[in-house]
């Protein structure tokens, strides 16, 4: 019996022990399930080009709105989630509240930032693209290398003690010509490798009563306006239409009775 009783006390500690585990991996599951959806971030894989640009709609409780936008904003200039830059903000309020925040990101700070967005509210939509730099980036790479070599020669000209002075005037605006093209491609190239190691993230936040009722009793609106402004048109299209016909048709009625009226009378 002690051995038994021992056994039992044993199983029930073990049960209480997976019990206790099943109910943690329920609340974690269960937290996971209620975050909302959000975008994964997409790096490059060696060899690739592609400049990646994610967008994404939240709706919101309208007194919501701009808080999140604030918050969002602010994750990202100090980079709670890694290297990140607001490229623009817009917010309205009134009877269409909403906001829009546009962000450009490593990959990894994508779906926490998406994911802060939608917090206790709807992911509405999403969408990921990529566009393909490899051609521009090959022929911005060969056009600096191109430069590179002009001015390595015009350079070598122009150390030479034998120069003209005319010569080394026009061989020195042709070098700074050169010098400010080189910049400039060198600037592309660092746009270039910018697109390519972060995303470009368009959050949108709407409010989801607004939304509710624009795509009802607004959709209903617009559709009587319409219909409204159809039968206007139709209207003033059948007057124009008939009304030379009604003068014509009325002073023929008036001929014809006062020519009735002559005949009535007693001759005298």
């Known amino acids: 019996m002690p ?15 997976g019990c206790a585990k099943t109910d943690g991996y329920s609340q974690a ?8 959806g959000g975008l994964i971030g997409q790096a490059n894989a060696p060899g690739n080009f592609l400049a990646y640009s994610h967008e994404a709609t939240v709706r919101l409780e309208a ?25 623009g903000e817009e917010q309205s309020s009134g009877q269409w509240p909403g906001g829009k925040l546009q ?7 994508i779906e926490p930032l998406v994911a802060m967005a939608a917090q206790g509210g709807e992911l509405s939509q999403r969408a990921t693209e990529a566009e393909d730099l490899a051609d521009a980036v090959r022929d911005n790479g060969l056009r ?6 002009q001015h390595e020669r015009l350079s ?16 020195s605006n042709q070098l700074a010509q050169i010098e400010t093209e080189l910049q400039a491609s060198e600037q592309e190239a660092a746009q270039q490798q910018r697109r390519l190691r972060t995303n470009l993230l368009t959050l949108r936040f709407e409010s989801s009563r607004v939304t509710a009722e624009s795509s009802e009793v607004g959709e209903a609106i617009r559709d009587s306006l319409s219909v409204l402004d159809t039968s206007v048109a139709v209207l003033v299209t059948v007057i ?26 007693p001759a005298g």
């Open 3 to 17: 051995r038994i009783a021992a056994f039992l006390f044993a199983l029930l500690l073990v049960t209480a022990a």
């Open 29 to 36: 599951d269960a937290a996971a399930e209620a975050a909302p």
């Open 63 to 87: 007194a919501d709105i701009a808080d999140r936008v604030a918050a969002v904003r602010t994750a990202c200039m100090e980079g709670r989630h890694g290297t990140c830059t607001v490229r």
């Open 103 to 109: 962000l450009r990101a490593e990959p990894k700070a």
């Open 144 to 149: 600096q290398q191109r430069l590179r070599i």
């Open 156 to 171: 070598e000209f122009l150390a030479r003690r034998d120069i003209k002075a005319e010569d080394l005037i026009a061989l």
């Open 240 to 265: 124009v239409a008939v009304l030379p016909f009604a003068l014509v048709l009325g002073a023929m009625v008036w001929i014809i009775r006062a020519l009735l009226r002559r005949r009535r009378r």
